[in-house]
């Protein structure tokens, strides 16, 4: 490993005065990247099985996804959503196709698409039903509302009152859904895999089971797919691994091959509640962000991605479960598709340190799951040599 610093001293410094400190960061400048693999200032390259925290799932810089912005930035970046662009409609069309056959609302994040969601539970329903139940363990993003959505009291500090109408259950419990469905309910907001949850896969008939309180009660039922959908898990979405249909999804992260964009798809049924003057995105379905969209889709078709995705998942769960049982570090192994969780008896900000040193970037979450989100483009070898750095790590450790 070099001796040279990963960070030059000028950009320390002007971070250090001029951004808000609000992220921990990794003391590593990074300026390029290709594929899984990243480049710091140095020349050191780096394995990236966690690439921008799940929005590279095509990996860095996708060549089609790339030709598609620079070919759209010299015709036409922004204009206002009160005009027409063929673009908007035809990636609107693209994922409605590969889903439910709804329609898109276009923004600009994962926050951003469940703050529309929200929103858009309140107006569908009648007046005086506004509470919506979400789950311990679940995460929906940063704003205001997102975060109340949100059952993780870490998140909530210092910033209360939060708002109000969110229930909270425990991920997996239909008893404790039903005790609090009541008169003013209007919704259910579930992820379908709990991604900063730690990969937590839903018990079996959870989601059915929440389906069917939905139609008994008539509540909207709201799939977060910000980190499952756009073939993530080896299918377009993940609610198509359960035969569970719901009435609204939101999905960003991988959406634009790490462009970014964010969008809530709802039947023609519910869509008109979001009526004209209720709701905006200034930018969601600008040009750039659907011309990378759609080269996205079209790459993953192209490339045969969703199947490759799943052999990739099949390889990890194999080395991974044998790893389990050979490793007593390892608790739990939990995989979909390319989401995977390895929780460990271990501080697991210490295994993703010792990762960066031997130059494989991971992540960890809950403090105890080694999170991966690898690109469906990693080759074998990539995928053999991100194994086995972690399997001599985690053995190490233990």
């Not at 400190?21 to 400048?29: D, H, L, M, S, T």
């Not at 620079?70 to 015709?75: C, D, E, S």
């Not at 995705?309 to 939990?334: K, M």
Request: with cysteine; glycine share 10%.
């Amino acid at each position: 490993m070099s001796t040279e610093p990963s960070i030059a001293e000028d950009v320390r410094e002007q971070f250090s005065r001029y951004v808000v400190p609000n992220y921990g960061r990794f003391p590593v400048e990074l300026v390029r990247g290709e594929g899984s693999r990243v480049w710091d200032r140095n020349g050191r390259r780096y394995l990236d099985l966690f690439p921008g925290w799940g929005c590279n799932l095509l990996g860095h810089c996708p060549p089609p996804v790339v030709e598609a912005v620079q070919a759209q930035v010299g015709q036409l970046i922004h204009v206002p959503n009160t005009w027409y662009t063929e673009l908007q409609g035809r990636w609107a069309e693209l994922l409605s196709n590969r889903s439910f056959g709804g329609q898109a609302f276009f923004c600009n994040s994962g926050a951003e698409a469940n703050e529309a969601a929200i929103k858009l539970a309140r107006l569908h329903s009648p007046k005086d039903r506004f509470k919506i139940i979400t789950f311990t363990g679940g995460f929906h993003g940063r704003t205001l509302a997102a975060t109340a959505a949100t059952a993780q009291v870490k998140y909530h500090e210092g910033i209360g009152p939060l708002m109000a109408g969110f229930r909270y259950a425990p991920f997996g419990d239909l008893e404790a859904v039903h005790k609090l469905v009541d008169e003013q309910t209007c919704a259910i907001l579930v992820e379908p895999v709990q991604g900063e949850g730690g990969v937590q896969l839903p018990p079996s008939g959870f989601l059915e089971g929440l389906r069917a309180t939905c139609d008994e009660h008539e509540l909207l039922l709201i799939f977060d797919e910000v980190q499952t959908g756009c073939g993530r898990t080896g299918e377009w979405f993940a609610y198509q691994h359960f035969g569970v249909l719901p009435d609204v999804m939101t999905l960003a992260k991988s959406l634009c091959g790490g462009i970014a964009g964010g969008a809530l798809l709802t039947t023609p049924e519910i869509a008109p509640s979001l009526r004209p003057g209720m709701h905006a995105a200034t930018f969601g379905g600008n040009p750039i962000a659907a011309a990378a969209g759609i080269a996205t889709i079209e790459m993953i078709e192209a490339e045969g991605l969703l199947e490759r995705a799943q052999a990739l998942s099949d390889y990890f769960r194999g080395r991974f479960e044998a790893l389990r049982d050979s490793c007593s570090l390892i608790r739990e192994v939990r995989i979909l598709g390319l989401m995977i969780g390895l929780e460990v008896d271990a501080d697991g900000s210490a295994v993703v340190q010792r990762c960066l040193e031997e130059g494989l970037l991971v992540n960890c979450t809950q403090e105890r799951v080694i999170r991966l989100l690898p690109a469906m483009t990693l080759s074998d070898d990539e995928a053999e040599e991100g194994c086995h750095i972690l399997e001599r790590i985690l053995k190490d450790l233990s």
